[in-house]
């Protein structure tokens, strides 16, 4: 059986190393550390993995599944009911009520369909509670065919169009560059959209390139494997 205190403390220290990073980072580029907000991206880890990267401060997290997060994440907010829950995976339309009702932010919202569904479900959930997610639009960077996201050359009327048909308020953008391609010209280009767009939140930057894309803007960067270690 493996040394869970020992998994713990390694967690807790590479999220230590993360933020130090991240505050590096930014200050590098005249930028206050506390302008990126570091998501903890704990998918496929259990409760008792990710409760001490929560005992340690951090506050923000990203799920890549409705259903999974939803197995586990309430029972930790009722724990720490300051947590910011983030969808950072893509999102079924049927799976839009769920999903407006646990998370806090919805990175993924990629087509109509799924902004009309998110207008019925967020005007449902502001009626009902007051509460609303932010949203970001996934832009496909690297228009891969197999990469959810709108390409960059339809990208400003598609917000126009979520704003404007739809009614959504959009916070920002979101992108995952090529595996295969250097990420700064895709982070490069999700601001200059964002920049004509007038959108404040720039998703982009993974464990292994988020101090570029905080070089280029980022002010939300999506670290999994830095922190909790890579998946089984």
């Given at each position: 059986?493996?040394?869970?205190?020992?998994?713990?403390?390694?967690?807790?220290?590479?999220?230590?190393?993360?933020?130090?990073?991240?505050?590096?980072?930014?200050?590098?580029?005249?930028?206050?550390?506390?302008?990126?907000?570091?998501?903890?991206?704990?998918?496929?880890?259990?409760?008792?993995?990710?409760?001490?990267?929560?005992?340690?401060?951090?506050?923000?997290?990203?799920?890549?599944?409705?259903?999974?997060?939803?197995?586990?994440?309430?029972?930790?907010?009722?724990?720490?009911?300051?947590?910011?829950?983030?969808?950072?995976?893509?999102?079924?339309?049927?799976?839009?009520?769920?999903?407006?009702?646990?998370?806090?932010?919805?990175?993924?919202?990629?087509?109509?369909?799924?902004a009309a569904a998110l207008a019925?479900?967020?005007?449902?959930?502001?009626?009902?509670?007051?509460?609303?997610?932010?949203?970001?639009?996934?832009?496909?960077?690297?228009?891969?065919?197999?990469?959810?996201?709108?390409?960059?050359?339809?990208?400003?009327?598609?917000?126009?169009?979520?704003?404007?048909?739809?009614?959504?308020?959009?916070?920002?953008?979101?992108?995952?560059?090529?595996?295969?391609?250097?990420?700064?010209?895709?982070?490069?280009?999700?601001?200059?959209?964002?920049?004509?767009?007038?959108?404040?939140?720039?998703?982009?930057?993974?464990?292994?390139?988020?101090?570029?894309?905080?070089?280029l803007g980022a002010t939300h960067?999506?670290?999994?494997?830095?922190?909790?270690?890579?998946?089984?």
């Open positions: 059986m493996p040394d869970v205190s020992l998994e713990a403390s390694s967690a807790v220290d590479r999220l230590a190393a993360v933020r130090a990073a991240i505050a590096r980072a930014a200050r590098e580029e005249g930028r206050d550390p506390a302008e990126v907000t570091l998501v903890a991206v704990s998918k496929t880890f259990a409760a008792g993995q990710i409760e001490p990267v929560l005992a340690a401060g951090q506050r923000v997290f990203g799920e890549n599944r409705v259903q999974e997060a939803k197995a586990k994440w309430p029972a930790l907010k009722a724990r720490y009911p300051d947590v910011e829950l983030h969808l950072i995976g893509p999102l079924q339309s049927n799976k839009a009520q769920e999903a407006v009702a646990l998370f806090d932010v919805i990175h993924s919202l990629d087509r109509p369909s799924l019925k479900e967020i005007a449902r959930e502001k009626a009902k509670s007051g509460r609303q997610p932010r949203l970001l639009v996934q832009i496909n960077t690297g228009e891969e065919p197999q990469k959810a996201g709108v390409v960059p050359a339809e990208a400003d009327a598609f917000i126009a169009a979520c704003r404007g048909v739809h009614g959504l308020v959009i916070d920002g953008l979101m992108c995952i560059p090529p595996i295969d391609e250097p990420p700064s010209p895709h982070f490069a280009l999700l601001a200059q959209i964002a920049r004509r767009n007038g959108l404040s939140m720039l998703s982009m930057g993974m464990s292994a390139d988020f101090e570029q894309a905080i070089m960067v999506r670290v999994g494997s830095a922190i909790f270690g890579h998946r089984g």
